[in-house]
């Protein structure tokens, strides 16, 4: 077993203090993933007028028979 001497030590603890506090500030460092948010919002409106086209008429129905069924004061 070999006796480390004080300033090695010193010199190890401050090269895995540096290594963890560069890998703090990657993480940190994240400003998201434009790309994916404008496929999500892409495909979010593709799916809305996708459902709007099928229940279009379906849903004037409803809406429809909704307003008809309110009586007037």
Known sequence: MS???????????AVRLQQHLSRLRFLADDRG???GWVLVAVMT?????AIWL?????LTS???????????P
């Open 3 to 13: 006796i480390s001497s004080p300033g090695s030590v010193t010199v190890r603890l």
């Open 62 to 72: 409803v809406l429809d028979n909704a307003i008809s069924s309110v009586s007037m």
């Open 54 to 58: 099928i229940a279009d008429d379906r």
């Open 45 to 49: 409106a593709g799916l809305v007028t």
């Open 33 to 35: 993933d434009v790309p």
